[in-house]
């Protein structure tokens, strides 16, 4: 362990885990709630005409995947609002447009282009101080941001007609997570690639919804999940020399299983033995007991 971090690369690598683990932890958690995960998925893949207009074009990857990833949010999230098109349709479209136009453009450019990969499949080994900064400070806003309106936004999440009735500013919220969901999802990129980024944010929120009800303590949950795994998959993917962004996911995967079955057998247990057994937790009626839109808004 000493000598991984005595290379500053890895060092950049073990910052990137925590400082993206944390924004993913918060703004997957949402989500979640809100039922936006295909949405996610949608903008993930829209990113990669972006990353190859970009390339074409002779300017830097990230920057075009930041402004195809915003577009397609606002697409999905203005269009569905209207009567033309289904939510559903247009992830589609914007799925297989965006990775159709980068597989175009990244074919009528000269030349190879051996630093896509990274992107497709993540390399968090070579995250640079400049792209550490950036995260740092795309993190203290989406923790910032939370902490602000944690309240409003669980409101929308499980009862947008209720927000709009009590005219919570919907449009506005909704405006601006958009935002932070598609900058997190090119944060991403280098992390776990495009094809694995749909995993980083929905796995940890899974893992707290388990536990939790509260929308607060899932928050809390998520990210501390999304942090411990993100670090363990990085130290056993140098260990083992496997690639980063997979062994990540997968130990997410193997949390989550690990976490379901724990659960199962706590319940298990305290159904065969109703009084309970000194100290052993209750799992089960752990949080609030009301799930989906009934959840307690008092529960925020």
């Not at 925590?18 to 979640?32: H, K, S």
């Not at 499980?158 to 449009?171: K, M, N, S, T």
């Not at 899974?206 to 990210?223: C, N, P, T």
Request: charged share 10%.
């Amino acid at each position: 362990m000493q000598d991984l971090l005595a290379y500053d690369f890895f060092r950049n690598a073990l910052w990137s885990t925590l400082l993206v683990g944390i924004a993913c932890g918060l703004t997957g958690t949402y989500i979640v709630a809100r039922r936006m995960v295909f949405i996610s998925g949608g903008i993930t893949h829209a990113s990669f005409g972006g990353l190859g207009l970009a390339y074409f074009l002779g300017l830097s990857p990230m920057l075009g995947a930041g402004a195809f990833a915003l577009l397609a949010a606002f697409c999905i999230l203005r269009l569905s609002a209207g009567r033309h098109f289904k939510e559903d349709s247009l992830i589609g479209i914007f799925w297989s447009a965006g990775m159709a136009a980068g597989v175009l453009f990244i074919y009528l450019t000269p030349g190879y282009a051996p630093n896509l990969l990274s992107y497709l499949f993540g390399n968090i080994l070579t995250v640079t101080d400049g792209q550490v900064w950036l995260s740092l400070a795309f993190c203290a806003l989406i923790v910032l941001f939370f902490a602000r309106y944690h309240r409003p936004l669980f409101y929308i999440a499980f009862d947008r007609d209720f927000c709009l009735a009590q005219h919570l500013p919907v449009a506005r919220l909704e405006t601006a997570i958009t935002i932070l969901v598609a900058l997190c999802i090119v944060l991403c990129m280098k992390l776990a690639g495009i094809i694995l980024v749909i995993s980083y944010m929905t796995v940890p929120p899974a893992i707290a919804g388990l536990f939790h009800k509260d929308f607060k303590r899932q928050l809390l949950l998520s990210s501390a999940v999304s942090c411990i795994g993100s670090v363990g998959g990085l130290l056993l993917s140098a260990l083992l020399d496997l690639p980063s962004g997979a062994t990540i996911v997968c130990g997410f995967l193997a949390i989550l299983v690990t976490c379901r079955a724990g659960k199962y057998i706590a319940t298990r247990a305290r159904r065969e033995n109703p009084g309970g057994w000194p100290g052993w937790p209750d799992l089960h009626n752990r949080g609030s007991t009301t799930h989906g839109k009934t959840a307690s808004y008092t529960s925020a």
